[in-house]
């Protein structure tokens, strides 16, 4: 199959959204990375996605709307809770998904065998203009190769998918640069899955309690059961092995510039690059999540690009405001490993 790359003029997106109505896949932009689409309400067109991706059958997926009122347009969920309604008023549409008890339309394909489904409605409006396009929702995991970083450009996309999904929209690099922030109210208190760019300080200063999902910040416990599913496998790892190192930012530096042998590289913020010997990748400024968040999966990828490196050192971030959703992202990219640099 041949994958075509389209601009995002309104024909090509009127050509895309008739391929997913045709039970086809397409590479979707949105603002925090970049999709692969299906039709949501077609379990044959969305069994393509895992396939395409090598992804596990039992990770559920994300259903993306144009608007709110898609969900009672659609039939989506069993019942919409007052604290959906809150948290849509002020967040949606933005990088937020809400999981909510499942409707009897939603294909077991798409939440795995869950009663429950994940939904979200993007900002960007490519995204939005794809999904009245198509004229129905789409169920959309991120555009990888199931394991990798997630990708935040349409070159990205291509380069993980050309040959196995009919089309790709670009729609220019992902604002955030990391996947949507995810919380659960299907439970008695609202849970946060997966940290974004919608903070845990928000969710707590809209709905009140708002309990931490324990595999958001830990490894998961191998005999309990994953709240979400996707926590529990090997995420945004480049061919180099990350190590995240936890000091001062001198032990840093000397740290790493112990390391020097022409295969280290430092995944640093701006502030390093003069003191540092060995290849740099700046994710931003050291105070501002946002650009780290935005740069980081675009700098995993180029660490291995570039080649020849093995090891690639990293600082583990502060968890406050958009720190949590890098932490969360850079420990799981580190397969857990966090050397602490005041006990060496
Ligand atoms: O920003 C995003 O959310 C991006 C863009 C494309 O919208 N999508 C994305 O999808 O990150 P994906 O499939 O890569 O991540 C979805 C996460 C997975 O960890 C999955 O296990 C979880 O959400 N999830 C989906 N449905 C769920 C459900 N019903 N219950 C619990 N977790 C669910
Ligand atoms: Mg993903």
């Given at each position: ?6 601009d995002s ?5 009127n ?6 109505r045709?039970?086809g ?7 925090t990375v ?5 039709d949501a ?5 969305v069994?393509k ?5 090598g ?12 608007e709110f009122g898609?969900?009672e ?8 809770p007052?604290k959906?309604k ?5 967040f ?7 999981i909510m ?10 939440s795995?065998?869950?009663e429950?489904?994940a939904i ?9 203009a794809l999904?009245?396009?198509a004229?129905?929702p789409l169920?959309a995991p991120?555009?990888?190769?199931s394991g990798?970083?997630s ?7 291509m ?6 999904i009919?089309a790709?929209?670009?729609?220019g690099?992902?604002?955030?640069g ?6 659960t109210l299907a439970g008695?208190?609202?849970c946060?899955?997966?940290p ?6 928000q969710l707590?200063?809209?709905?009140g309690e708002v309990?931490?999902n324990?595999a958001?910040?830990d490894?998961?416990?191998p005999?309990?059961k994953?709240?979400s599913?996707?926590?529990?496998y090997k995420?945004y790892?480049p061919?180099a092995r990350?190590i995240l190192?936890k000091g001062?930012?001198?032990e840093?530096?000397n740290?790493?510039?112990?390391k020097d ?7 640093c913020?701006?502030?390093d690059?003069?003191?540092l ?10 105070q501002?999540?946002a650009q780290?968040?935005?740069?980081l999966?675009d700098?995993l ?13 990293s600082?583990l ?5 958009v720190?949590?959703a ?12 966090v ?6």
């Amino acid at each position: 199959m041949q994958t075509l790359l389209l601009d995002s003029t309104q024909e090509n997106i009127n050509k895309a959204g008739e391929i997913l109505r045709n039970g086809g896949l397409v590479g979707m932009p949105t603002e925090t990375v970049y999709g692969l689409a299906a039709d949501a309400l077609n379990g044959k067109a969305v069994a393509k996605i895992f396939k395409a991706k090598g992804r596990p059958m039992d990770n559920p997926l994300i259903v993306h709307i144009a608007e709110f009122g898609d969900i009672e347009k659609f039939g989506l969920v069993a019942e919409i809770p007052q604290k959906a309604k809150i948290l849509a008023e002020k967040f949606m549409p933005g990088p937020l998904t809400i999981i909510m008890k499942k409707s009897e339309i939603i294909p077991d394909e798409v939440s795995a065998g869950l009663e429950t489904v994940a939904i979200r409605c993007p900002s960007h409006p490519v995204a939005r203009a794809l999904i009245k396009a198509a004229n129905t929702p789409l169920a959309a995991p991120s555009a990888n190769i199931s394991g990798s970083p997630s990708p935040t450009t349409a070159t990205h996309v291509m380069n993980d998918m050309n040959g196995k999904i009919e089309a790709i929209i670009d729609g220019g690099a992902s604002e955030v640069g990391v996947e949507s922030t995810v919380i659960t109210l299907a439970g008695e208190v609202p849970c946060l899955l997966r940290p974004g760019g919608i903070t845990l300080e928000q969710l707590r200063d809209t709905i009140g309690e708002v309990e931490l999902n324990k595999a958001v910040l830990d490894k998961l416990d191998p005999n309990q059961k994953a709240a979400s599913p996707g926590m529990k496998y090997k995420h945004y790892s480049p061919k180099a092995r990350v190590i995240l190192l936890k000091g001062t930012d001198e032990e840093y530096i000397n740290y790493v510039n112990s390391k020097d042998d022409g295969k280290t590289a430092a995944l640093c913020c701006d502030e390093d690059i003069a003191q540092l010997k060995v290849k740099t990748f700046s994710l931003g400024k050291r105070q501002d999540y946002a650009q780290q968040a935005h740069r980081l999966f675009d700098m995993l990828r180029e660490v291995d690009e570039v080649g020849g490196i093995d090891t690639a050192y990293s600082r583990l971030p502060s968890c406050d405001g958009v720190g949590m959703a890098l932490y969360n992202r850079l420990i799981r990219a580190a397969g857990y490993e966090v050397i602490d640099l005041e006990k060496i």
